[in-house]
């Protein structure tokens, strides 16, 4: 056979493309050449696919080979195309025929002794193989349950290369193996604490309800000990469960980071914390060759927790502003466009100064006013601009501690009412394709459809008039106010829904 050929998926980001992998077996000095932009894992291939192959029992001719990548112009990236060009280069020898390979889509990284390794990103690559129209997909034993999740098309798992060729009709005898597996999910944690434990802030805890309503970002400024990352931890246990679509796209995010995926989609939104030491690369996404997700497309969907945020760099946290405004990250290289979801809920927490004293009723400040504001100011304000809710979060006194938890909101009660004001806002916007008051334009909500009567919005138009808003800021409280009214069962925003709405967005 001159040529051989089958599939694989490239992917960019949570997209993903078919490659054909193109083999030619001919006369010439042994040699084996991959062209077609391959990185350098892709690049060794060459040496994995000739040890597999022999381990296998079909040694590759001492021939010239050369395997193409098409399309030449796209960039690939990992080992996860070994198994495709080992199909392919043997194809040319005549062990399995050119109609088994047809429209069958080969993804895996090959062991010298051909076992095939697990790959990260297995549940978005076999995604884009069935949009593509492939019919099949051959991915490792150690990925065939992550693959098993898309629907609609065949997936088979396979413990080494031997049992790929046994299964496309070569007479080969079958010898089992061990397949070699990967991480193993971790059971999913149980939520971290009740909302029932926050002792003495009513205000705060109707905040997180009226966040987790309308999927609005919140900021918390008070002294170290008053409570801020207990409230942080507990907004994620607010959220209703993920949509099927959602539920796909961070399943997706977790595959491509290397992450176990499990036997079920992730149903609850992830949430994600990391160090204030944390890189631009580390928060949006990127690196070096393989672009990879960043903590905000990990917290698609979910929470993105940022505890002591002027200690972030200022760079990195102003990053943040244009997925806070689109809902996703393009990350753009030299050669390739790698798109990944950023629709998430992000939560800051500061200390009001760096001694964290400040307007502490039980300690001395030692900051001088210049300290306090260059602290803060790091904290840019196009970034707080797009914050819809700020609160000033005090230290619990001991009256407060003694009462206990008599009368306090429980996650349960809390999520409840969170999800039946979701219902509230699905139906109102749904048929205009928003599901969340954050996510409706404000030009919407100052349409004369949804406008207010010039009363119910005199405080709103007057705080836009002496500065105290922006035009962005003014349509933030509009979207706040319309989740007030969804978690109170009301209509429409009155002057009180309004009130509300501008203390929760003016509250430091």
């Known amino acids: 056979m001159p040529v051989a050929r089958t599939l694989a998926v490239a992917l960019h980001g949570v997209d993903g493309a078919l490659v054909e992998i193109e083999a030619d077996l001919a006369n010439g ?14 690049g060794e291939a060459k040496d994995r696919v000739r040890s597999a192959a022999s381990n296998s029992g079909c040694d590759l001719p001492n021939r010239k080979v050369t395997v193409n990548l098409s399309p030449a112009s796209l960039p690939k990236h990992g080992s996860g195309f070994d198994l495709g060009i080992a199909v392919a280069a043997l194809a040319t020898t005549g062990v399995v025929t050119a109609e088994a390979l047809e429209g069958v889509v080969h993804l895996g990284e090959l062991s010298l002794d051909g076992r095939l390794r697990p790959v990260a990103g297995v549940l978005p690559a076999v995604l884009a193989a069935r949009r593509a129209g492939a019919r099949a997909v051959v991915v490792p034993s150690g990925n065939a349950v992550e693959a098993g999740l898309v629907a609609g098309i065949r997936i088979v798992g396979a413990a080494s290369l031997r049992d790929v060729l046994i299964h496309h009709g070569a007479e080969l005898e079958a010898v089992p193996v061990d397949p070699l597996v990967g991480a193993t999910a971790e059971e999913p944690a149980g939520e971290e604490g009740d909302l029932s434990d926050v002792v003495g802030h009513p205000e705060a805890v109707e905040a997180l309800q009226v966040a987790a309503a309308g999927g609005h970002h919140l900021m918390m400024l008070g002294p170290p000990g008053a409570g801020k990352t207990l ?8 959220l209703p469960d993920l949509e099927p679509d959602a539920a796909v796209e961070v399943s997706s995010v977790r595959s491509l980071a290397g992450l176990p995926v499990g036997s079920a989609l992730v149903t609850r939104p992830p949430v994600e914390s990391p160090h204030h030491s944390a890189t ?9 060759g393989l672009v ?19 200690e972030f760099s200022a760079a990195v946290l102003d990053a943040l502003r244009q997925p806070l405004e689109t809902g996703q990250i393009t990350i753009h290289r030299a050669r390739a466009v790698a798109r990944f979801p950023a629709r998430f809920q992000l939560v800051l927490a500061a200390n009001p100064c760096p001694c964290g004293q ?3 009723l039980d300690g001395a400040c030692t900051c001088t006013p210049m300290m306090r504001r260059r602290y803060l100011g790091r904290l840019s304000g196009p970034l707080l601009d797009r914050v819809d809710l700020r609160l000033t979060v005090r230290r619990v006194g001991a009256a407060q501690m003694t009462a206990g938890g ?12 969170v999800c039946s004001a979701r219902a509230r806002a699905r139906e109102r916007w749904g048929s205009a394709g928003w599901s969340l008051n954050s996510a409706v334009p404000g030009t919407v909500l100052r349409s004369p459809t949804w406008r207010l009567a010039p009363r119910d919005r005199a405080a709103l138009d007057r705080a836009l008039e002496r500065g105290a808003l922006t035009m962005r800021g003014y349509d933030r409280v509009l979207r706040i106010a319309w989740s007030i009214v969804d978690l109170d069962g009301a ?3 009155s002057a009180d829904h309004i009130g509300r709405a501008l203390y929760l967005r003016q509250g430091l």
Not at 29 to 42: E, K, Q, Y
Not at 231 to 238: P, S
Not at 280 to 288: F, Q
């Open 29 to 42: 000095l042994p040699a084996f050449t991959i062209i077609g932009l391959p990185d350098a894992a892709l």
């Open 231 to 238: 409230l942080a931890t507990r907004l994620a246990g607010l």
């Open 280 to 288: 631009m690369a580390s928060l949006i996404g990127g690196g070096s």
């Open 292 to 310: 990879r997700p960043g903590a905000i497309s990990r917290a698609a969907h979910g929470v993105l927790f940022l505890d002591e945020a002027p």
């Open 358 to 360: 400040a307007e502490s």
């Open 406 to 417: 008599e009368g306090a909101v429980t996650t349960t009660a809390a999520r409840a009412r």
């Open 491 to 493: 209509d429409r925003p």
